[in-house]
């Protein structure tokens, strides 16, 4: 069997290794055995960085951690000289953190799934039931840290060769069944990776995509958001609709050309954000439909507000096109909808003109302010109430016109209004 030690060596921090030699031998020392599993296996055998770290433990993972806690180098309970371990003795967890180093140490257990889609019932297990409840054979990994054999590859599901072949692998004939959320995680570690689905995991893929409906709203959100944070989440998407994954998802929902252009021009801009993807992923679609989409993904808070605002701000769109519209009259068209909502429209529309407004509107005109404020105004003698707000506003649209300049011009342009005009 492969032993990684050197390797281990050659790519990880040093004082990540110091720190497994130290748990594995401390594992020992109570009679258990300690893995490392998961991401940070796979990528280290890519030669990927990951500084996520997942440990497990044949038998008692908090015990384990509370050893650890009080041993060398590593703080107690509380934030100690930058590191930091968290002990959750009910889901026999704990965390340790130093600096970017995230490090999760949990018992090993073994699952069973009383229904599609529910979340399994779960007991203490060894590694090899540890690794077959995971969703393919390049995640089913683990490197033994007993002091023995440390570096041991324990490899039953072929994951290594997977790895070298490039493909995506489940581990059993139920799994997309058991949870369909593994469909989307497939497709998003065939993109990143540049792998495929092995022949019989898309056949089945394909005949289970249905599953995908016994899955909350929140586990499927949670998925796509990580789909969305990828480097190109376009591909994932246009993949997805190639194999009838996104229309399980929704019917009207498109990965095709249109979006991965969009998606391509929002990264050239700025830092991607996967709400403005999601806001262009439903850009195509009607209110009805969004309606239906933030229900099935549970979408609340600012995110779901912009996502409604996508529809209406599209049926105020063509007005943004009347080339006498002065800048005014841009401001309060665009006045009441939130920036998120503005930014995706702006990517999304095809006219020059209207896209130019929207960007105008977002990177100046909402900032412009007047130097006379409500204070002021009172000064000069308009008395409170609604003609105050008024004539704020309409301070704000003659500043945004080019009409006053400085404050001394807003001033004479409030007299000129008490003298007689907006009342
Ligand atoms: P990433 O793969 O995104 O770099 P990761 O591999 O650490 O990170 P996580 O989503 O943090 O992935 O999950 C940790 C491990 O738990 C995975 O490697 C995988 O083996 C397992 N896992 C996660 N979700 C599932 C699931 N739905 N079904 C089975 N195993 C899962």
């Given amino acids: 069997m ?27 020392a109570q009679g258990q055995r300690l893995y490392l599993v998961g991401g940070a296996v796979r990528d280290l055998l890519l030669e990927r960085p990951n500084l996520d770290f997942d440990l497990v433990v044949e038998g008692d993972a908090p015990r384990l951690a509370r050893q650890l806690a009080k041993g060398e180098g590593i703080g107690g309970e509380n934030e100690k000289g930058g590191e930091r371990v968290t002990v959750h003795r009910q889901f026999g967890t704990a965390k340790f953190r130093r600096g970017n180093l995230s ?9 069973t799934y009383a229904k599609p889609g529910a979340l399994p019932t ?14 393919f054979s390049i995640n089913a990994i683990a490197i033994d840290l007993s002091p023995a054999s440390f570096g041991q590859l324990v490899d039953p599901h072929g994951g290594r060769s997977d790895l070298e072949q490039g493909l995506i692998r489940i581990l059993h004939e139920r799994s997309f069944i058991d949870d369909a959320t593994r469909i989307l995680r497939a497709l998003r570690y065939e993109q990143r990776l540049g792998f495929k689905l092995e ?3 898309e056949r089945l893929l394909r005949e289970h995509k249905s599953m995908l409906d016994t899955i909350s709203g929140d586990r499927i959100r949670h998925e796509l958001e990580l789909i969305l944070k990828e480097d190109c989440p376009e591909q994932i998407l246009e993949r997805a609709q190639i194999l009838g994954v996104l229309q399980q ?13 969009r998606f391509r021009e929002a990264r050239q801009k700025a830092t991607p954000d996967p709400a403005l993807y999601l806001l262009l992923l439903v850009y195509p679609l009607s209110e009805e439909e969004i309606e239906h989409l933030i229900a ?19 049926g105020d769109l063509t007005a943004l096109a009347d080339p006498t519209l002065l800048p ?7 006045k009441h909808y939130p920036p998120g909502t503005i ?15 929207l960007e105008r509107y977002l990177n100046d005109l909402r900032y412009v302010k007047t130097s006379l404020d409500g204070e002021d105004l009172k000064r000069l003698g308009v008395g409170l109430g609604p003609r105050l707000g008024k004539m704020l506003e309409a301070l704000r649209e003659a500043k945004l016109d080019g009409r006053v300049s400085t404050k001394e011009e807003e001033e004479a342009l409030v007299h000129q209004w008490l003298g007689g005009n907006l009342k």
């Fill in 296 to 314: 099935r993904l549970k979408i609340v808070g600012e995110l779901e507000r912009n996502m409604r605002q996508v529809p209406r701000l599209k």
């Fill in 103 to 111: 490090i999760d140490l949990v018992t090993a257990r073994s699952e």
């Fill in 343 to 357: 930014a995706a429209c702006a990517l999304a529309c095809d006219s020059p003109i209207i896209r130019s407004r």
């Fill in 2 to 28: 492969e032993n990684l030690a050197s390797k281990m060596r050659e790519r990880l921090p040093a004082e990540l290794i110091a720190f497994l030699r130290i748990a594995g031998e401390g594992a020992e």
């Fill in 328 to 334: 005014s009259g841009v401001y309060r068209l665009l």
């Fill in 249 to 261: 998802l929704h019917p009207s929902l498109r990965g095709n050309g249109w979006l991965a252009e």
């Fill in 122 to 135: 779960v007991q203490p297990g060894t590694i090899r039931d540890d690794l077959l409840r995971r969703d």
């Fill in 199 to 201: 022949q019989n995991t």
